[in-house]
């Protein structure tokens, strides 16, 4: 005989499962959906992060998001004014 709380943790294991394969499933179409560039840029930014490359960082998000901005001395955000 199997007792209720065994069956409790075997339906909360389907349920875990069904959460995940749906997240699974989810993410997998957002991945499809977002462009390839953008997506790489941002594993390499986290990456250099966690290796303490803000510097590197910074310098690439300033010269692609802010470039007029630097070009003028000034910035629009103060995260590029060094």
Same mark, same amino acid.
Request: glycine residues 10%.
């Given at each position: 005989?199997?007792?209720?709380s065994?069956? =409790?943790?075997?339906?909360? *294991?389907?349920? =875990?499962?069904?959460?995940?394969?749906?997240?699974? *499933? *989810?993410l997998?179409?957002?991945?499809k959906?977002? @462009?390839? &560039?953008?997506?790489? &840029?941002?594993?390499?930014?986290?990456?250099?992060?966690?290796?303490?490359?803000? @510097?590197?960082?910074r310098g690439?998000?300033?010269?692609?998001?802010?470039p @007029?901005?630097? !070009?003028?001395?000034?910035s629009?955000? !103060?995260?590029?004014?060094?």
């Open positions: 005989m199997v007792h209720a065994e069956r =409790s943790r075997s339906s909360g *294991k389907t349920t =875990s499962r069904l959460r995940r394969e749906q997240y699974r *499933k *989810k997998d179409g957002l991945l959906a977002a @462009d390839e &560039g953008p997506f790489l &840029g941002l594993i390499w930014a986290t990456q250099t992060l966690q290796s303490g490359g803000e @510097d590197a960082v690439a998000l300033c010269s692609t998001m802010w @007029d901005a630097l !070009s003028a001395g000034k629009q955000n !103060s995260a590029c004014s060094g």
